[in-house]
C-alpha cells in the first residue's frame, strides 16, 4: 500500500547540493496500535497560561457537544471537531496559591514542602522522546523556577529558553561542518565525563547511608538521563538539516513584546521540530504568574477603550472574575482571545502538514491551560485539549464536571465533584502509548472524551 520502505537520513543530492525529504510514509516506523500499519509518531505541546482566564468571557453557558461558543472561544468556530474544552479539572492534593502555578501545573505536586516531581510533559520525553532534542522547553524569557513548567526525573526545573534563534540552535543540528565537529568533540567529552563518573559512584555508593544511596540512585538516573540525550544527539547529527529561513528567529525583537507575535514564532519552532521529527515534545509559557511577558499589544488594546492597565499581575486580579461590562474584563478577554487566535494558527500550520496517516495535527496533542482560578486560587482553570485524532481523541464537546458555587454551574453535563487534573495527564500519556498505569494522584484515565 505504501510503496517502498525508505530510511529516514535518506537525501535527494544534485548540482553539489542536498535537500532533506520531509517525514514520508515510507520512513515512518511501524504501531502495534494501529495493527501494523505505518503511522506517524505521537507528539505532545503544552501551552501555558498565566494568570488565569476571564471567566464570564471564556466558559459557554451550557455543556455537551452542541454548546455555543464563547466569545473567548470563537476563533475556534472552524475547528469545533479538533477540540475538547473541559471544566471541573484540578490539582486536588497538590493546590498551591500565589505565584506557584506553573510550578506544578504539568507536576500535580504540592510544592510548599520545598521540592517537585517530573512534570507530564518529561514523562513523555521518557518514553517517547527519542530525538536530536529530547523535549523544547521554550519560553517568554530564558530561565527556571517561574518561567519553565518543565521538570526532570528528580523534580529540578528544566531551563527554558526565551530567545528564538537559540531555540531554533537547540533544536536543529548545525550546518557547517566545522560547528557539527566541534559539535561532536563535546558530545564525545560529556560522554566521557559521564563515564568516568559512572565507574566511580559504584565503589563511592557501597559506604553511604541507606538515605544517602537513595539520593544517589536519583543522581545516578539523571546521570542516565544524560547519557541517553548525548546518544539522541550524537545519532541526530547524522539526519539532514531541514532548510529553515532562519533569519525570523534571529531578527525577532522582543522589546515588540507582542504576543500574538511571541505566539506565531514559538508555534512555528514546534512545527519545525514535529515535522522535522527533531523532538516530539515540547512546552511553552507564555508568561508569568507575576504578571511579566509580552503584553504590548494587550495594553495598546486597553489603551483603545479608555481601560486601566497597570501591570500584567493587577490584570489577572481585577479582570478573572469580572463580569462582562467590566473594562478591566474584557482587557482580560482579549489577551484570552489573542490565545485562541495563535491556537488556531498553530492548529492550522500542523493541519496543513501530511502525515503517513492523516495529517500532523492528528498525532499531535496540543493542551492549552493553567491553574489559576481566582485570586490566586488553584481551582477552576482553563483546560483546552486540541489536535490528536488518531490518537483517539473525541472533540466537539464542553465537558464540565464541576463548577465553584459561586458559577452555579451549566444546565448540560455536570457530573459530580471535580476530578484531578492528574487523570487528564494519564490519558494523554497512554493515548499516545506511554507504558504508565498512573501519574501522581490520578484515579484512571477519562475514557469519556475518548472514541
Not at 471544566?87 to 496559591?97: D, F, M, P, T
Not at 517517547?128 to 523534580?155: H, I, K
Not at 489603551?303 to 478591566?328: E, M, R
Not at 492528574?422 to 498505569?437: D, K
Request: glycine share 12%.
Amino acid at each position: 500500500m505504501f510503496g517502498t520502505r525508505i530510511d529516514r537520513r535518506t537525501v535527494l543530492k544534485g548540482a553539489g547540493a542536498a535537500m532533506a525529504l520531509p517525514l514520508l510514509e515510507c520512513m515512518a516506523k511501524e504501531s502495534r496500535a494501529a495493527g501494523g500499519r505505518p503511522t506517524d509518531p505521537p507528539r505532545l505541546a503544552c501551552i501555558y497560561v498565566p494568570g488565569g482566564i476571564a471567566r464570564a468571557w471564556w466558559y459557554p453557558e451550557t455543556g455537551g457537544t452542541d454548546f455555543k461558543l464563547s466569545p473567548s472561544l470563537e476563533p475556534l468556530a472552524n475547528h469545533r471537531d479538533q477540540f475538547t474544552l473541559i471544566r471541573g479539572l484540578k490539582h486536588i492534593a497538590g493546590e498551591v496559591g500565589h505565584h506557584y502555578h506553573n510550578l506544578n501545573w504539568l507536576t500535580g505536586h504540592n510544592v510548599n514542602d520545598g521540592r517537585n516531581t517530573i512534570s507530564m510533559d518529561q514523562v513523555f520525553a521518557q518514553h517517547l522522546g527519542t530525538t536530536y532534542c529530547e523535549s523544547l522547553v521554550l519560553s517568554y524569557a530564558d530561565g527556571v523556577g517561574g518561567n519553565t513548567a518543565s521538570r526532570n526525573s528528580m523534580g529540578a526545573d528544566i531551563h527554558a529558553i526565551g530567545n528564538p534563534a537559540q531555540a531554533l540552535r537547540e533544536l536543529l543540528p548545525p550546518v557547517e561542518q566545522s560547528e557539527l565537529d566541534n559539535l561532536r568533540r563535546r558530545l564525545h567529552s560529556r560522554k566521557t565525563v559521564v563515564d568516568g563518573v559512572n565507574e566511580h559512584l559504584r565503589d563511592f555508593t557501597r559506604t553511604l547511608s541507606r538515605a544517602d544511596r537513595q539520593r544517589m540512585e536519583q543522581f545516578v538516573e539523571s546521570l542516565h538521563g544524560l547519557e541517553q540525550r548525548i546518544g539522541y544527539r550524537e545519532r541526530g547529527l547524522m539526519t539532514p538539516r531541514p532548510a529553515v529561513d532562519e533569519s525570523r528567529f534571529s531578527d525577532w525583537k522582543r522589546e515588540k513584546e507582542s504576543l500574538a507575535e511571541h505566539i506565531d514564532i514559538m508555534t512555528d519552532l514546534m512545527v519545525i521540530g514535529f515535522q522535522s521529527d527533531t523532538t516530539r515534545v515540547s512546552t511553552y509559557i507564555t508568561g508569568h504568574e507575576d504578571g511579566h511577558g509580552p503584553l504590548g499589544d494587550v495594553r495598546e488594546f486597553a489603551t483603545s477603550i479608555g481601560a486601566p492597565f497597570g501591570h500584567g499581575h493587577d490584570l489577572w486580579h481585577q479582570g478573572s472574575g469580572a463580569p462582562k461590562d467590566s473594562k478591566i474584563g474584557v482587557v482580560l478577554a482579549h489577551r484570552d482571545r489573542l490565545l485562541v487566535e495563535g491556537l488556531v494558527r498553530f492548529i492550522d500550520k500542523l493541519k496543513a502538514i501530511p502525515a503517513a496517516d492523516g495529517t500532523l495535527l492528528d498525532h499531535t496533542q496540543i493542551l492549552l491551560g493553567g491553574m489559576q482560578g481566582l485570586t490566586h486560587t488553584a481551582t477552576d482553570g482553563p483546560t483546552l485539549v486540541a489536535g490528536g485524532k488518531r490518537l483517539g481523541w473525541r472533540h466537539g464537546q464542553y465537558k464540565v464536571y464541576w463548577t465553584p458555587r459561586d458559577q452555579g454551574g451549566p444546565a448540560g453535563g455536570q457530573t459530580g465533584g471535580p476530578k484531578p487534573l492528574s487523570n487528564l495527564y494519564l490519558t494523554m500519556l497512554q493515548q499516545a502509548g506511554c507504558q504508565v498505569e498512573s501519574f501522581k494522584e490520578s484515579t484512571g484515565a477519562l475514557s469519556e472524551l475518548l472514541v
